[in-house]
């Protein structure tokens, strides 16, 4: 039973290009969340989906960044323009509808903005 | 909403020795409180968790112990050894809709174990 997946594991951009990001929930998994870690920092709640609905997006910034769970494929994150301050560790975690509070999480993306 | 408060922000052992990570939150609604332990440049693993209907939980030698009153829980680890050398985090849970948990982080303890 393979774990809650992303990639890439390494992404680069330059300012002002776009960083999309892809995760892959466990199987069987219906919720995903989406943290974003700055160095030396915890872990941010970003946004919440399940298949085909963004159900919580308080914790995500208004501008530039979106979210999207299709029917068929991995949970996406976009971040468009991108600047500096985005660059961080972006964590996705997956949970059942059993076990609904437990969470776990990928490996995540490393994304480095020059 | 939800402020998680952790301390030490680094903690330094001696192999064998036992090893306290204390956290406070603020939100009454917080019902599950799990920890996870994060190596450098790998992903959070939940190493334990307690829910708000127990006071204490034991895993091997990691126990959890959650004070709803005071509205703080600590992780203890017992006869530490350099593997458990990490960053641990705790978290508490913010209920959503539709059945989902957003996690409040601290920010962290860099345990060191030294032989």
């Known amino acids: 039973n393979a774990g809650v997946m992303q990639n890439p594991r390494h992404l680069v951009r330059r300012r002002g290009q776009e960083a999309r990001l892809r995760c892959s929930p466990m199987k069987g998994h219906s919720h995903v969340y989406w943290y974003r870690q700055l160095p030396e920092e915890g872990l941010k709640f970003m946004v919440y989906?399940?298949?085909?609905?963004?159900?919580?997006e308080s914790g995500m910034p208004k501008e530039r960044f979106s979210a999207e769970f299709p029917k068929e494929g991995p949970s996406i994150l976009r971040i468009q323009q991108v600047v500096r301050g985005d660059s961080a560790a972006y964590f996705c975690?997956?949970?059942?509808?059993?076990?609904?509070?437990?969470?776990?999480f990928g490996p995540g993306t490393r994304l480095l903005v020059l | 909403g939800e402020n998680v408060e952790q301390h030490p922000s680094t903690l330094s052992v001696q192999e064998g020795d036992s090893a306290v990570i204390k956290c406070t939150y603020s939100d009454s609604a917080s019902n599950y409180f799990p920890w996870y332990k994060q190596e450098l440049g790998k992903r959070p693993q939940l190493i334990i968790d307690i829910r708000s209907n127990v006071g204490e939980k034991k895993d091997q030698r990691i126990a959890v112990t959650l004070n709803k009153t005071a509205k703080h829980f600590s992780l203890h680890i017992t006869e530490t050894q350099p593997e458990d050398s990490a960053v641990y985090f705790c978290?508490?849970?913010?209920?959503?809709?539709?059945?989902?948990?957003?996690?409040?982080f601290g920010k962290g303890t860099s345990l060191l174990v030294t032989p």
């Open positions: 978290a508490a849970s913010t209920p959503l809709s539709n059945s989902g948990y957003a996690l409040n």
């Open positions: 989906l399940q298949k085909e609905n963004i159900i919580d």
């Open positions: 975690a997956s949970s059942s509808g059993l076990a609904k509070e437990t969470q776990y």
